[in-house]
């Protein structure tokens, strides 16, 4: 956001803007704390805020949950976030499960009950954009398996429970997340027992990855049930079942059972049916399975050994170099979501439509602010089919051999579709552990492979990308920067974002690259 990392003042920012309107990145330094806002809104990104101030003109304050530099993936909200939230006559989120369910959570319990919230993408199509399936194809040669929980729970806030309650083996199996700086949360630790703390919580229709990570080959068998729970207290059991792991390729599957052992999967509860099963991507088809708990195998070969880390952080998974078989978690930083895909700013003309929904929705909460509100939204609008077509005309200079997009997260389908770029794939490595010497390898056959000049880190990534900025190097390639989710000091508005994206995207793929 302009100005203040987590606030700013919309009848400040309109004079400012306006002197300034030519300037490339957008207004700074200004102050929080407008007099004449007829609404006060919460949105949960800088993306969205930005969108929401650019609407509202002086008849809104408005304030980002997420801060500038934040993951809304992953980020966690804190007191000083709810009390904004308390004050909110209307949050504005993205929604398609693009935010870290303790946001949504954490907007859900301190919100007014008068204050609509309000999912912007998820009525895109009514005004004029389009929604995409979320595409997650990393070529893994292993199992890629995530959690998921499917079926409607009423009540809004409402969650559902995974706890795992039985574990046979001979070893132990600890299920964990690593997040965008690299430090990992455990779910599951067979170790100690299973109980109440081996359990977590995702929001109805949302699929999480994690890491499987087991001590010795052999036979596991992981039971686990599932729990509706509602803001207001009230839990719900809902199903059970029983999954079978073969680890180790000496270790022979039942007769008879459906084995997995690559693709995408998840360990799916159905809060509807009460069913607990195995859903899998077919490869070939893109049609999507389901396999009872009991009739499924998930396979745990010994391509998928690995070594205790020696970080500190991973201790618990065991003595530093000993063994262990992993089925990674394959995408960096927590990463809930549901079947379509969330970024769909990254198209201009689906900026277009958020900026629209934006307009009717204040415009529903503050009709006196009618005028005001089509007054800025048109010109914004305008602004927007300009940059529109700036940014195709920009990417319309890429040779077609170098429209391969590599980057550090699956953020950009929308941009590819709505350009004529092509996702080739991700380049983070593995986040719970250094990679080996085989898969950094493997990543610079890929580059070298899509013979790309460049590859593409988000800001908010860096951290983790030490791995890619080296193979690049190794090849002889560029690594360049693009935004996806979120601003930083540099970028601090929409139209400044994809401008940037643009620019360096010509830049870094163009025919001088």
């Known amino acids: 956001m302009r100005g203040h990392p987590r606030r700013t003042t919309a009848a400040t920012l309109t004079t400012a803007c306006a002197l300034l309107a030519t300037a490339a990145t957008g207004c700074s330094g200004l102050q929080a704390g407008s007099s004449d806002a007829a609404l006060t809104v919460s949105a949960t990104t800088a993306i969205i805020a930005d969108l929401v101030e650019r609407v509202g003109g002086d008849r809104v304050d408005v304030t980002s949950i997420v801060p500038r530099h934040g993951d809304p993936h992953s980020y966690e909200p804190s007191p000083g976030d709810a009390a904004e939230v308390a004050r909110a006559d209307v949050v504005f989120s993205n929604g398609l499960l693009l935010e870290e369910p303790g946001i949504m959570k954490m907007v859900h319990t301190n919100a007014p009950e008068s204050a609509p919230k309000i999912a912007v993408a998820e009525k895109l199509e009514q005004y004029g954009g389009t929604v995409m399936k979320l595409e997650e194809d990393l070529g893994l040669d292993v199992l890629w398996l995530g959690w998921a929980v499917e079926g409607e729970v009423a009540g809004d806030g409402s969650q559902v429970r995974t706890t795992a309650t039985k574990m046979e083996g001979p070893g132990e199996l600890r299920v964990y997340l690593t997040d965008t700086l690299g430090r990992p949360k455990v779910y599951v630790d067979s170790a100690d027992g299973l109980d109440a703390k081996d359990s977590f919580t995702l929001p109805p229709e949302a699929h999480t990855h994690v890491n499987w990570a087991f001590s010795r080959p052999g036979t596991y068998r992981l039971t686990v049930e599932g729990q509706t729970e509602t803001l207001d207290g009230k839990a719900e059991k809902f199903g059970s079942g029983t999954f079978t792991f073969t680890v180790g390729d000496a270790t022979e599957p039942p007769k008879g059972a459906t084995v997995l052992d690559a693709g995408h ?73 549901g079947d379509m895909d969330p970024h769909a700013w990254e198209d201009v003309a689906n900026a277009q ?8 929705e204040l415009i529903r909460n503050d009709p006196e602010g009618r005028a005001t509100y089509e007054k800025n939204a048109a010109a914004y609008l305008k602004e927007l089919g300009a940059i529109d077509q700036e940014v195709a005309r920009k990417l319309a200079t890429i040779p077609e051999h170098n ?41 610079g056959d890929t580059i070298r492979e899509k013979r790309v000049p460049s590859v593409f880190l988000e800001p908010n990534l860096a951290a983790r990308a030490d791995v890619l900025k080296r193979v690049a190097q190794d090849q002889g390639v560029e690594v360049c920067t693009i935004y996806g989710d979120s601003f930083d000091d540099k970028i601090h508005d929409y139209v400044s974002m994809m401008r940037h994206n643009a620019n360096e995207l010509a830049k870094c793929l163009g025919k001088d690259a």
């Open 265 to 337: 999967a998840d360990v799916a509860l159905d809060a509807e049916t009460g069913t607990v099963h195995v859903r899998a991507d077919e490869e070939k088809s893109g049609e999507r399975t389901e396999h009872p708990a009991g009739e499924v195998v998930l396979n745990v070969p010994d391509r998928a050994k690995e070594s205790v880390p020696k970080e500190k952080p991973y201790a618990f998974l065991g003595e530093p170099g000993a063994d262990l078989w992993v089925l990674p978690q394959a995408v960096i930083g927590k990463h809930v979501h």
């Open 353 to 360: 439509a958020y900026v629209r929904r934006v307009e009717a």
């Open 403 to 443: 429209r391969e997009l590599i980057t550090t997260h699956d953020a950009f389908g929308y941009l590819a579709e709505a350009y004529g770029m092509r996702v080739a794939g991700f380049v983070v490595p593995v986040p719970n552990r250094e990679p080996s010497a085989a898969e950094v390898e493997e990543l």
